[in-house]
């Protein structure tokens, strides 16, 4: 939207300074994030602190938790600390189509924190992965990466795609792909993926996920807020919270979301 | 509602026959005075002039078109007019029949040294009903100091006591804890939708063509509505019927003209004026902008057929362009027509009839083969005004009448512009509306000491098709938006009417001479909404009208003031506290989308607003020695149900001290110094609290909206006015204004970013996870010269 760049011109007389350590003290706030897929585990779950908004965050990481999903058979899952703040599943534990889970977390300090019960949709297989060759900014050369796939009509679907190269996730904010099919009901889908500068032998994979009304919502504003924010156009910033509450203290925020999903990949060599 | 329908019927219904009475037998001995007080030099109406009969102790004041009448009983009695800035004048008149007489007052600047000036007391803010209003003195405005040398009267508007500025340098202003779209700004009666060049940091009125600008705050007479906060009411001249005249200047950033004169002596005039800046001659060669300009042009005609037959038509339009390099191209702009007409229909019943055009425009261009497009938006609307002033007798004055107001609201076009481009042509859905409004009010005076001001005004709003309603599976949901039915409704077939009832009440009660108490209520209603998430003025901004999704506002204000002079009037004093209450304001949901959404019924969310203050105002009117000092101390906090958790939070203008000091000092008839000092509390922001990992990547997280303050904003601005000694032989006459804007320089803050830390060169430091904070300041300390000549 290079259009924004007008509004700019403003700052033609404008002066910028350090405003220096002037900003709100750093509010702590436990994040949580897991994530349950019908793919082979472990899967993983990690607590954390948030950190401070200027110089390095300082995010620290919470061991000793007690971690566990459970599912609607009554099924609990344990999950244990491998690195600090980091618990995974055992190899016993794969989702399950159409069943229903939910994460319980129980700190050292005895807060007990649960997440909203989120079922594991099923998901449509990749048909195709395209790639186009295309000049990314600067003029660097690279691809336009995308997919196809057939949208199973009647139901809603709401789908996360992951873009891994050479087996690392790409996750910058501009890089994040969420869709819906809304207005495409059982329609073949085309999604752009967006530029990547591949070079020969480059491993390319990508993943297609199922998501729950609930967590697509928490990703979409998510990712808005993540992309959108500091321009005029900017919609007003306001606090994420995702599908995790503490049981003893329901006003008590609490950051990060708990997801289900059905996965599909599809993957390219360069 | 039917209740009030029948009071406000039966009080329209049993006042002819009330007049017939107060016509006939009760005043037999009675007759009628009336005419227009002018200025002698250029035959400019006087609005205010003050007739006052102190052998009756009674008196009147001319209207808006300068127009008085007043019926007293038979007698000889002594007549002095008088109007600030103008030498007062004494008559006798012999009142055995209706009379008609317009008089002519000299300014004190032309005025001959053997006349000798009355001593009478201008004390007219302490003997009128009206409160929470404020006169602004053009002429003064001229010889401040102003950003770039361009005198600017919303920038005197923002030092008013309770009125706060949106950022430093900018135009918009919020008046007693309302938001910007609250202001009605009238411009000869037309609205103007965004009054402000260069994205807020110039307003549009050129002050070379300004009469008269006054600001209503609270205690707002029943002919004025629509917004829920004040009414900025400005008055172009009519134009010079005695002579050709002229002025002009050459500023730093802009240089206007205007030219006024009869076009038939004593009879009818025209004006017209221009202003064009060049900003964008200075970027010429600069390889990222090349245009940046504003233009507006003022022009107005005015025939005096007789004493009872006078017409006006004036135009404004004004328009800024922006050219990004061969990118594109951003423009929006005004434009307003007014045609009026008053007309006495007997010595007692003034008439003002008045058609309306007004239209607010943007348009973006965007010059690419793949991403070209053309999106142009607006809003327009055609008004019939009918307004009637009878002036029962000396204690009375009567008026009412109608407005009607037609509004077509455009949120937005988009067309591509190349042959490849992926737009496609998409028009957001057209919104219509009907406004009517009928008022009745009277001015009463009961007794020597007390005055009342009560009126009614019956708002009738009706949103009209053709349009689309959509139905929403959840109207609070602006993340998955699902439309599951929709209502379709044809050109004029109405879609929701809106009634409301708006009482208006202010008293005066005189302590002593010097001295009075004044207390208002009043409640105005708002039927159009602004859907702006941004605090700053943008022409961007989507207008809406009321509609199945959105109620109209509501606000109830309370005030109560002492009014006292001081030293034989030399000075002004005030003190007025206030409470205002608000309802189904609009503000939006966390993460909406503004722009181009033609789902914007789901993103906004309503609630209500609270807001109290205490202003304090001295105002030194006489001597070398001329200013004004002003303190607001306010708070304003909005609730609504979906933001911020649900909690209350500080409104984006909420500022807790406002002090401006304005002063200037006429050292003799060659130079004139000015100064002015302006303190605002910071401003509330909502900035991140924090930050947490997402796969991988750090995002920010953010606490309460409004939850963090920027800095304070201070700054001191001086100017010198050169006015080189008077030839009396030569017309021309010339003066220099030196200006520095921000003395000491502060950086005051604009706003305050983060963004990952890195050098002046742009590298980042460290590996890239840690952040620093900005603040941005807009204006660094800015001399400036304008060159102004008058004929």
């Not at chain 1, 967590?215 to 994420?240: C, E, K, R, W």
């Not at chain 2, 807020?200 to 209503?216: C, H, P, Q, R, W």
């Not at chain 2, 700054?715 to 030839?727: E, H």
Request: with cysteine.
């Amino acid at each position: 939207m290079r259009w924004i760049l007008i509004i700019t011109l403003i700052c033609l007389l404008a002066c910028k300074r350090d405003l220096g350590d002037d900003l709100p003290t750093p509010v702590l706030r436990l994040v949580v994030h897991g994530w349950v897929t019908d793919q082979i585990g472990p899967y993983t779950v990690t607590l954390q602190s948030t950190g401070g908004v200027l110089g390095s965050p300082q995010i620290f990481n919470i061991g000793n938790a007690e971690v566990k999903v459970v599912d609607n058979f009554g099924t609990v899952y344990d999950f244990l600390e491998v690195e600090p703040g980091i618990y995974q599943s055992g190899i016993e534990f794969q989702g399950q189509i159409g069943a229903h889970y939910f994460l319980e977390v129980i700190i050292g300090d005895g807060r007990r924190y649960r997440s909203a019960v989120e079922p594991l949709l099923p998901v449509a297989p990749i048909e195709a992965i395209t790639c186009a060759a295309a000049l990314g900014a600067n003029e660097q050369p690279g691809f336009n990466l995308g997919l196809e796939f057939i949208d199973p009509p009647i139901v809603q679907n709401q789908y996360r795609w992951i873009t891994y190269i050479n087996g690392e996730a790409q996750n910058r904010p501009l890089q994040m792909r969420l869709g819906n099919d809304k207005l495409t009901d059982g329609d073949r889908q085309l999604v752009d993926l967006g530029f990547y500068p591949l070079q020969a032998g480059d491993r390319v994979v990508v993943e297609q996920r199922s998501l729950s009304e609930p967590s697509f919502d928490y990703l979409s504003l998510l990712i808005t807020q993540a992309q959108g924010l500091g321009n005029t156009f900017s919609p007003n910033p306001g606090l994420v919270v995702g599908n995790m509450y503490n049981v003893d203290d329901p006003n008590e925020v609490v950051l990060g979301n708990f997801g289900a999903s059905a996965a599909s990949t599809i993957q390219l060599i360069k | 509602m039917h209740r009030y329908l029948i009071i406000v019927l039966c009080f329209l219904m049993g006042a002819p026959p009330l007049f017939a009475q107060v016509g006939t037998s009760l005043f037999d001995e009675k007759y009628t005075i009336n005419g227009y007080v002018r200025d002698q030099e250029n035959g400019e109406e006087l609005i205010g002039a003050t007739l006052y009969f102190p052998d009756l102790e009674a008196g009147t004041v001319t209207n808006v078109y300068g127009f008085y009448s007043i019926t007293l009983p038979k007698g000889k009695y002594r007549l002095i007019f008088s109007y600030v800035g103008y030498q007062s004048q004494e008559t006798e008149i012999d009142l055995t029949k209706n009379l008609s007489l317009n008089f002519e007052l000299p300014s004190e600047a032309t005025m001959l040294q053997d006349l000798v000036i009355q001593g009478d007391r201008e004390d007219k803010n302490i003997q009128e009903v009206t409160m929470s209003r404020n006169v602004l003195d053009i002429e003064q405005i001229k010889s401040l100091p102003a950003l770039f040398g361009e005198p600017d009267i919303l920038k005197i508007v923002q030092m008013q006591p309770g009125v706060i500025t949106a950022a430093e340098g900018t135009s918009g202003f919020f008046v007693r804890g309302g938001s910007a779209d609250q202001n009605l700004v009238l411009i000869d009666e037309a609205p103007v939708y965004d009054p402000s060049h260069f994205f807020g940091l110039f307003s549009v009125f050129n002050a070379d063509v300004i009469k008269d600008t006054e600001l209503y705050k609270g205690g707002i007479p029943a002919n004025f509505g629509g917004r829920l906060s004040s009414i900025l009411d400005v008055r172009t001249k009519d134009g010079n019927n005695k002579k050709l005249a002229g002025s002009g200047g050459i500023g730093t950033l802009a240089s206007r003209f205007m030219l006024e004169g009869p076009i038939k002596k004593d009879e009818s005039s025209f004006l017209i004026s221009g202003r064009r800046s060049y900003v964008d001659l200075f970027l010429i060669g600069n390889d990222e902008v090349n245009n940046l300009y504003f233009y507006d042009a003022n022009a107005k005609i005015n025939w005096r057929k007789n004493n009872n037959n006078r017409f006006f038509v004036a135009f404004y339009l004004g328009r800024d362009v922006q050219e990004f390099n061969d990118d594109g191209r951003f423009s929006w702009g005004n434009f307003t027509s007014t045609a009026r007409w008053n007309h006495l229909f007997n010595d007692r019943l003034f008439s003002n009839t008045t058609l309306i055009f007004s239209s607010f425009d943007y348009g973006l261009e965007i010059f690419d083969p793949i991403e070209g497009l053309e999106w142009t938006a607006g809003l327009q609307e055609a008004a019939l005004k009918q307004d009637l002033t009878y002036f029962i007798n000396p204690k009375n004055q009567l008026s009412f009448g109608y407005h009607g107001t037609f509004r077509r609201f455009d949120p937005g076009r988009i067309k591509p512009n190349a042959e490849n481009s992926i737009f496609q042509l998409t028009q957001l859905d057209k919104m219509y509306a009907l406004d009517h409004a009928f008022y009745v009010g009277n001015e009463q005076q009961i007794g020597d000491r007390l005055t009342l001001q009560y009126g009614l005004r019956l708002s009738i709003f009706q949103n009209m098709g053709p349009s689309t309603i959509y139905t929403y599976a959840d109207p609070q949901d602006n993340v998955t938006i699902e439309r599951i039915d929709s209502t379709q409704y044809d050109r004029w077939e109405t879609i929701k009417t809106f009634t409301n009832l708006e009482p208006r009440v202010s008293a005066r009660y005189l302590v002593n001479d010097e001295s009075s108490i004044k207390a208002s209520y009043n409640r105005m209603v708002q039927n159009i909404h602004l859907m702006s998430n941004a605090t700053v003025s943008l022409p961007f901004n989507t207008w809406r009208p009321s509609s199945p999704y959105l109620d109209p506002q509501l606000a109830d204000q309370v005030a109560l003031g002492y009014f006292r002079n001081f030293n034989d009037n030399t000075f002004e004093f005030s003190t007025e506290v206030y409470y205002k209450w608000m309802r189904n304001l609009t503000d939006f949901a966390d993460n909406t989308n503004v722009f181009f959404n033609n789902d914007l019924a789901v993103e906004f969310r309503t609630g209500t607003s609270d807001s109290y203050g205490l202003e304090l105002f001295l105002k030194k009117n006489k001597g070398a020695l001329k200013g004004f000092a002003s303190y607001t101390w306010s708070k304003t906090d909005r609730l609504v149900d979906g933001v911020n958790g649900s909690l209350e939070y500080p409104a984006n203008y909420d500022r807790r001290h406002n002090l401006s000091l304005v002063g200037s000092l006429e050292l003799n008839d060659k130079w004139t110094f000015s100064g002015n000092f302006v303190y605002n509390s910071g401003r509330p922001i909502t900035l991140p609290v924090g930050r947490y990992e997402f796969d991988g990547y750090n995002l920010d997280f953010y606490g309460g909206r409004n939850e963090y303050r920027l800095p304070a904003i201070h700054r001191l601005d001086l100017s010198a006015t050169l006015t080189p000694r008077k030839n009396v032989h030569r017309k021309l006459q010339t003066s220099w204004v030196f200006s520095i804007y921000n003395v000491y320089n502060r950086n005051n803050p604009f706003t305050v970013y983060t963004r990952t830390r890195q050098d002046n060169d742009g590298n980042i430091i460290g590996d890239g996870t840690e952040k620093e904070a900005r603040l941005v300041s807009l204006f660094p300390i800015l001399p400036s010269i304008t060159y102004n000549i008058k004929f």
